[in-house]
Every structure is written in C-alpha cells, then in structure tokens.
C-alpha cells in the first residue's frame, strides 16, 4: 500500500487469518483495527474467533479524504481511498457488530463504541483507558 498499490484478496488473507488467531488467543476482550472492508474477510477473521464484533466506522468521502491528508508518515495514501470506498461491504444483518459515524472526534466516537459494547455485550475492551479530548 506504501506504494500506491491496493492489496488484493489474496494479499490480505494471511493478514486476516492472523487477526482472527490473535482475537481468538487473548481472554477478555480486545480491539484490533483493520480494514476488514468485504464479508469474506471478516469471515476469515471468524473462523478463528467467532465472536468478533466488528464496529463499522462510516464517514463521507470528503471527510476521509481530509483526516488522510492530514496524516503524517502513514503507510496507506489518500490515493488509495477510492479504491477502498469501492471494495467495502457494510455488515450485514447476520453480522455481529454496528456502524458508527466519524463526524465527531476520535474520543467522542470511541466512549460511544465502549458504551454501544457495554450495553450490548456486557463488557467493552476500553475499560481501562482513559479517554483525552
């Protein structure tokens, strides 16, 4: 990606498979970030950790253009946006998980997300962190 290429499928799937052992390694909960943009993929990450929930960040294409830009040293450039915007597929109904807007700041949408996971799993994996504005 560091180099204007996109990953393919087949790119992505020992990432992915990685992923679902280390979920399915750790006791207690745990959040990973990943770009797991297709129901395939997530799917990989499954079957190692069936439980995974997967929190659907969604933001409009000119936001996310922006905060990329912004960023400083990032392996992925704002280039490879359209192509990811093209790939994702949004969960779906069978899926555990939901969607959260990025419109708000990082802390604002984290504390919804560890409030969204206490309410519907019971436990959220922020318990310890302390979130700064």
């Given at each position: 990606?560091?180099?204007?290429?996109?990953?393919?499928?087949?790119?992505?799937?020992?990432?992915?498979?990685?992923?679902?052992?280390?979920?399915?390694?750790?006791?207690?909960?745990?959040?990973?970030?990943?770009?797991?943009?297709?129901?395939s993929y997530r799917d990989i990450i499954r079957q190692a950790a069936p439980e995974t929930v997967f929190i659907h960040l969604t933001g409009s294409a000119a936001?996310?253009?922006?905060?990329?830009?912004?960023?400083?040293?990032?392996?992925?450039?704002?280039?490879?946006?359209?192509?990811?915007?093209?790939?994702?597929?949004?969960?779906?109904?069978?899926?555990?998980?939901?969607?959260?807007?990025?419109?708000?700041?990082?802390?604002?949408?984290?504390?919804?997300?560890?409030?969204?996971?206490?309410?519907?799993?019971?436990?959220?994996?922020?318990?310890?962190?302390?979130?700064?504005?």
């Open positions: 990606m560091a180099t204007g290429q996109a990953l393919t499928d087949a790119d992505r799937g020992p990432w992915l498979r990685k992923v679902g052992l280390r979920l399915a390694s750790t006791e207690g909960p745990m959040v990973i970030a990943c770009s797991a943009l297709k129901r936001l996310l253009h922006a905060r990329m830009s912004r960023r400083e040293d990032h392996f992925m450039p704002v280039t490879l946006l359209q192509s990811q915007l093209e790939a994702i597929e949004q969960l779906d109904a069978d899926e555990k998980g939901t969607v959260f807007g990025i419109s708000d700041t990082p802390p604002t949408i984290a504390a919804a997300v560890a409030h969204w996971l206490t309410e519907t799993i019971g436990s959220s994996p922020f318990g310890m962190l302390k979130l700064q504005p």
